[in-house]
């Protein structure tokens, strides 16, 4: 049983800056890795960027030089810190992670939070 709560976004001006967070919690033997997505209206989802449980990230194009992907192990918490928002980064953001829950620390699970709003207008 593992639950992973966004917070942090909100409305924002063009240029403007959010920084999301996600929390985990429940039955975690580890996070290997933790992940952002995002679906706009009317597209599919996709994948913004990834962190390992060792620091490694990866961006997708769009936001590459506007977005960074942090965690926090110790609280079990991954960061997304947006600046220079366009319109188009305007979706709704899932954070995803890769566990291990205390009862099985030899398998992976995926889980997904509810999401949260990230509206970027004038």
């Known amino acids: 049983q593992v639950q992973l709560v966004e917070s942090g976004g909100g409305l924002v001006q063009p240029g403007g800056s959010l920084r999301l967070s996600c929390a985990a919690s429940?039955?975690?033997?580890?996070?290997?890795?933790m992940d952002w997505f995002r679906q706009a209206p009317g597209k599919q989802r996709e994948l913004v960027a990834t962190i390992t449980r060792a620091g490694n990230t990866n961006y997708a194009d769009a936001v590459k030089g506007r977005f960074t992907i942090s965690r926090d192990n110790a609280k079990n918490t991954v960061y997304l810190q947006m600046n220079s928002l366009k319109p188009e980064d305007t979706a709704v953001y899932y954070c995803h992670a890769e566990i291990r829950t205390t009862t099985m620390a030899t398998s992976l699970f995926s889980s997904w939070g509810q999401g949260t709003q990230v509206t970027v207008s004038s």
């Open positions: 429940g039955s975690i033997f580890s996070i290997e890795a």
